[in-house]
T-cell receptor, first 114, second 114 residues
Framework: KQEVTQIPAALSVPEGENLVLNCSFT??????LQWFRQDPGKGLTSLLL?????REQTSGRLNASLDKSSGRSTLYIAASQPGDSATYLC?????????????FGKGTKLSVIP | GAVVSQHPSRVICKSGTSVKIECRSL??????MFWYRQFPKQSLMLMAT?????????EQGVEKDKFLINHASLTLSTLTVTSAHPEDSSFYIC??????????FGPGTRLTVL
C-alpha cells in the first residue's frame, strides 16, 4: 500500500527566504506526482504536476523535482512571501490502467513571517 | 481553467439526520468523480470513486450503506451521509476527472454533526 510522508509537518520562515518542502513515497510505481496548496478551510489548488518520466517542473517561484527511484520529491519556493502561507500537500497517482485515485501526504503547514 | 463546485460549503445537522452534498463540474464533463474526507491535521483520504451511471467503488473501511454516492450525470455527483453521527464531522472534498486525466478539486464541505 502506497504511503506518502511529508517533512516537516510545519515550517515558519521570514519573508524573502528560499525554502524546501519534502515528500517521500514508498512505492515507486507511480504515474505522476502532484503538489497542491490548501488554504485553511478551503479546497485544493494544483501547483505543479510531474509525470513519472520527468525530473522537474517549474512555475514562477516554484520548482518541483522528482526522484522516482528513491521515492522522493521536493518543492522549492524562492523568495517566500506572506501570501505563500498555506498547507502544501503532495499526492501520487499509481501507475496502472484505470488507476486515477491519489494518495496524499499529511501536508506541510508553511508560515511566512512578514 | 476547469471549475468544480460543492454545495453546501458548510452544514450543521443533528445526530441521526441525513445530509446530502453535491459536487458539480461546471464547465466540463467528468468521466469520474472522487470523494475524499479530511480530518483536522490529517491527510485527504479517498472514500470512494464514482463513474457516471454505475455503482461507486468504495475504499476499504468506508461503509457504502452509510455514505451513499449517486453519479447521475457527467456533471453531478452527490454524497449522502445517512444517519450522521458526531464522528462523521469532517471536511468532505470532491474532485472531478477530465478526459485529459487531470483532477480538479472542489472547495470542500465542512460537516458538523451535533
Amino acid at each position: 500500500k502506497q504511503e506518502v510522508t511529508q517533512i516537516p509537518a510545519a515550517l515558519s520562515v521570514p519573508e524573502g527566504e528560499n525554502l524546501v518542502l519534502n515528500c517521500s513515497f514508498t512505492d515507486s510505481a507511480i504515474y505522476n506526482l502532484q503538489w497542491f496548496r490548501q488554504d485553511p478551510g478551503k479546497g485544493l489548488t494544483s501547483l505543479l504536476l510531474i509525470q513519472s518520466s520527468q525530473r522537474e517542473q517549474t512555475s514562477g517561484r516554484l520548482n518541483a523535482s522528482l526522484d522516482k527511484s528513491s521515492g522522493r520529491s521536493t518543492l522549492y519556493i524562492a523568495a517566500s512571501q506572506p501570501g505563500d502561507s498555506a498547507t502544501y500537500l503532495c499526492a501520487v497517482r499509481p501507475r496502472g490502467a484505470g488507476s486515477y485515485q491519489l494518495t496524499f501526504g499529511k501536508g506541510t503547514k508553511l508560515s511566512v513571517i512578514p | 481553467g476547469a471549475v468544480v463546485s460543492q454545495h453546501p460549503s458548510r452544514v450543521i445537522c443533528k445526530s441521526g439526520t441525513s445530509v446530502k452534498i453535491e459536487c458539480r463540474s461546471l464547465d466540463f464533463q467528468a468521466t469520474t468523480m472522487f470523494w475524499y474526507r479530511q480530518f483536522p491535521k490529517q491527510s485527504l483520504m479517498l472514500m470512494a470513486t464514482s463513474n457516471e451511471g454505475s455503482k461507486a467503488t468504495y475504499e476499504q473501511g468506508v461503509e457504502k450503506d452509510k455514505f451513499l454516492i449517486n453519479h447521475a450525470s457527467l456533471t453531478l455527483s452527490t454524497l449522502t451521509v445517512t444517519s450522521a453521527h458526531p464522528e462523521d464531522s469532517s471536511f468532505y472534498i470532491c474532485s472531478a476527472r477530465r478526459a485529459t486525466d487531470t483532477q480538479y478539486f472542489g472547495p470542500g464541505t465542512r460537516l458538523t454533526v451535533l
